[in-house]
T-cell receptor
Framework: NAGVTQTPKFRILKIGQSMTLQCAQDMNHNYMYWYRQDPGMGLKLIYYSVGAGITDKGEVPNGYNVSRSTTEDFPLRLELAAPSQTSVYFC???????????FGEGSRLTVL | GENVEQHPSTLSVQEGDSAVIKCTYS??????FPWYKQELGKGPQLIID?????GEKKDQRIAVTLNKTAKHFSLHITETQPEDSAVYFC??????????????FGGGTRVLVKP
């Protein structure tokens, strides 16, 4: 099993550009999450999904959008990139609501 | 909402010594406390967790203690080895109230084990 796969690993964007961070998991997990990690700030939840077709906001959703059309995929969309969105983004999944989170290896995004 | 504070932010120890990381939380309803380890260039990985019905849990060289009255919990690593060098995150959650496994994470502790 590949687990949770994120692409791209690195990306540089200009202010105002848009992009999508891809996330796929092959563990048949219902729950999927997007976190951002800023230095010294831990992990902040952006959006999460409890199953295909269902998404909800986390702590820091502004400037992002998600969709969940399949169990496997949970892409994160940045519509108008801003320097404040420079961060490392992690996708995660869990089998149950209280289960272990399985993280991808992260996507480092820089907005200049 | 929940707020989790983690200390210290960096910790340097000699190989073989013990390392202790402490976290405090604000929501007395939180009842699930996992610890994640993040190695360089990787995503965090669960290493141990504890629920509020126990005060301590051990797994080989790592242990977690919980003091619900004081609202703090700690990670203890004994006989540290170079492979323990990583960033460690604590987290907290109210399993009844927080839908969708929404954990609140601490700010992380960078542990360096010097040979």
């Amino acid at each position: 099993n590949a687990g949770v796969t994120q692409t791209p690993k690195f990306r540089i964007l200009k202010i105002g550009q848009s992009m999508t961070l891809q996330c796929a998991q092959d563990m048949n997990h219902n729950y999927m999450y997007w976190y951002r990690q800023d230095p010294g700030m831990g992990l902040k939840l952006i959006y999460y999904s409890v199953g295909a077709g269902i998404t909800d906001k986390g702590e820091v959703p502004n400037g992002y959008n998600v969709s969940r059309s399949t169990t496997e995929d949970f892409p994160l969309r940045l519509e108008l990139a801003a320097p404040s969105q420079t961060s490392v983004y992690f996708c995660a999944s869990s089998r149950t609501q209280s289960g272990e989170l399985f993280f991808g290896e992260g996507s480092r995004l820089t907005v200049l | 909402g929940e707020n989790v504070e983690q200390h210290p932010s960096t910790l340097s120890v000699q190989e073989g010594d013990s390392a202790v990381i402490k976290c405090t939380y604000s929501d007395s309803a939180s009842n699930y406390f996992p610890w994640y380890k993040q190695e360089l260039g990787k995503g965090p990985q669960l290493i141990i967790d504890i629920r509020s019905n126990v005060g301590e849990k051990k797994d080989q060289r790592i242990a977690v203690t919980l003091n619900k009255t004081a609202k703090h919990f700690s990670l203890h690593i004994t006989e540290t080895q170079p492979e323990d060098s990583a960033v460690y995150f604590c987290a907290a959650k109210d399993e009844i109230k927080a839908a969708g496994n929404k954990l609140t994470f601490g700010g992380g502790t960078r542990v360096l084990v010097k040979p």
